[in-house]
């Protein structure tokens, strides 16, 4: 340790020793119990020193990582730095005098909490700051003789304190440098998943000879989403996205249905070749109001709306199954458009959209107005223990319904339709661990093939249960039971439909687990039972078994 002989020599000192640029922690420690034997000074607010943005990052992790570990619950606790020892009473007097420390970064002073030797170390490296600073200001005259035999004192009591605080706040520095010389963007966060599955699917044969001819698969989808702020309150995400993920369709009697497709399933993209898959912008006007555009393959109304009412409808880590997202009134949607979420008041939200599918082509039938369309609004009441939502599309579409669901029929493809759409969702919150919900939906339809015009009824319903948390904090169990989509009915047979309605009623009975094995990884293990798939008692059930591994960072 260097002697201190005068002015000089404390000058050689403050060249020599580490400083930390503005470190504020505060040191007195009112302790109620204690007040009676040592009143802290009070520091005059007035007094501060500039903090770095390093100096601040050091103050947090000492008074959160540290004080967390090391703070005591009482002064007495601390032998060696009492309100009544030298050191305490030392370092006061400095405090005092220089004014040089004020409080934490917070402008708090927490006089009431038990002091750390690193926090006291840190208020006599700040102190010895300020003496520096007074003495190459050219006032040395107003720092004392015996000021700096305390602090000369002060510093070999507590050497080792401030030599890891030098350590820590050089690590710190380090790191920031790092950070800043390799962030990618200020303004823009990547976040990823990766789907890993293992899916196959049994039964499916008909009663005309036909047999299950799916094999086992194991299949991956990758995105990547750059997510941008510019004012900190909107979001713009840009999504590159890859699959090869296959709807597994077994051979049935008749045209195979859309029922057993695959949650992470992305339309035709099978090829794991790397395209941009969602572009969508995000921005409040003021409290009540979000706005969302966007664009992108298979967009759809659940990218634009705020509630999809259904806890499982997370599609990497909840319902395996496309039907088991959500209902399929919320698919009667396109490629390009936005929507509009405005909050009533209370409990209620009002939401309206719009998507169309050729909005970028400037031919005849097309454009953003004059092609196919879907406009949405809703209605959601949402107090704390449930959801409640009463939607309505109106839709057009030259090639069915595209609700991409359920049996061939209920789809009314290759056909121009317009319809109008109405559906009930709700979910209900029974318990910390157990919610309850579901949805109906009824589409009217008025399709046309050439002259031939008629109308159709297609109806769909579905009860989901679902149990958070489950064996363990971050699990979730799933269960799903419904129709999926059935032609119930036309005024007339279109021609192209092998009869004006589904023949009988399949039931789509879903179940998973999702366990996480840790925060970033969760492994969902599912199965999908179909009866009478296709809506069709002449083919045999289908079993549907899916182990689904999510890894996200």
Not at 343 to 366: H, V
Not at 421 to 450: H, I, P
Request: hydrophobic share 40%; proline share 4%.
């Amino acid at each position: 340790m260097l002697k201190l002989i005068g002015l000089n020599s404390w000058w050689q000192v403050g060249l020599v020793l580490p400083m930390l640029l503005g470190v504020a922690v505060p040191v007195a420690i009112a302790n109620p119990t204690l007040e009676k034997q040592a009143e802290p000074a009070v520091v005059p607010s007035q007094v501060a020193i500039p903090i770095s943005a390093v100096s601040q990052l050091a103050v947090d992790r000492l008074t959160s990582a540290d004080a967390a570990i090391d703070q005591v619950t009482s002064v007495s606790q601390l032998s060696d730095v009492k309100p009544t020892d030298w050191a305490f009473q030392a370092l006061q007097s400095l405090v005092e005098r220089y004014g040089c420390i004020v409080g934490y970064p917070d402008k708090t002073y927490r006089g009431n909490r038990a002091l750390t030797r690193y926090e006291f170390a840190a208020g006599l490296n700040a102190c010895m700051d300020r003496i520096n600073e007074l003495i190459a200001a050219g006032t040395a005259d107003l720092v004392k003789r015996e000021d700096l035999l305390a602090v000369q004192k002060l510093q070999e009591e507590f050497a080792a304190e401030l030599v890891t605080l030098r350590g820590r706040v050089d690590a710190l520095e380090v790191r920031t440098a790092t950070l800043e010389k390799q962030q990618f963007s200020t303004t823009t966060k990547l976040n990823g998943q990766v789907i890993f599955a293992i899916t196959d699917a049994f039964g499916g044969a008909s009663r005309n000879g036909q047999n299950d001819n799916y094999n086992t698969t194991f299949s991956d989808r990758i995105r990547l989403n750059f997510n941008t702020s510019f004012t900190g309150k909107d979001l713009l995400t840009t999504r590159i996205q890859a699959s090869n993920v296959i709807d597994p369709r077994p051979a049935t009697n008749t045209a195979p249905g859309n029922e057993a497709r695959l949650s992470f399933q992305s339309g035709s993209d099978t090829s794991n070749a790397a395209f941009l898959s969602l572009l969508k912008y995000a921005f409040p006007i003021g409290d009540r109001v979000k706005i969302y555009v966007g664009t992108g393959f298979n967009i759809g109304f659940i990218d634009v709306i705020d509630d999809i009412v259904n806890p499982l409808a997370n599609d990497a880590q909840a319902a395996i199954s496309r039907f088991g997202r959500y209902s399929p009134i919320y698919r009667l949607g396109f490629d390009t458009g936005g929507a509009v979420n405005i909050k009533l008041g209370g409990d209620f939200k009002l939401q309206a959209g719009y998507l169309a599918s050729e909005a970028s082509n400037p031919a005849a039938g097309s454009g953003l107005f004059n092609g196919n369309y879907a406009a949405l609004a809703q209605l959601v009441y949402a107090p704390q223990f449930a959801t409640i939502a009463f939607t309505y599309v109106n839709a057009y579409s030259d090639n069915g319904l595209n609700h991409g669901t359920g049996s061939t029929l209920s789809n009314l493809s290759g056909r121009a339709v317009s319809s109008n759409s109405y559906g009930v969702e709700a979910n209900f919150k029974l318990s910390k661990g157990f919610q309850a919900g579901g949805w109906v939906s009824y589409m009217d339809a008025d399709a046309r093939t050439g002259a031939v015009r008629g109308k159709g009824n297609v109806w769909s319903y579905a009860l989901t249960l679902a149990f958070p948390d489950l064996g363990k904090k971050g699990n979730l169990g799933g269960i799903i039971v419904g129709m999926e989509p059935r032609l119930t009915g036309t005024d007339a047979l279109l021609s192209g439909l092998t009869r004006r309605s589904d023949k009988d009623t399949g039931l789509h009975i879903e179940a998973f687990y999702r366990y996480s094995v840790s925060e970033n990884i969760s492994i969902t293990p599912g199965i999908v039972w179909l009866t009478a798939p296709n809506h069709n008692s002449d083919n045999d059930d289908i079993v549907l078994g899916v182990i689904r591994t999510t890894f996200s960072f």
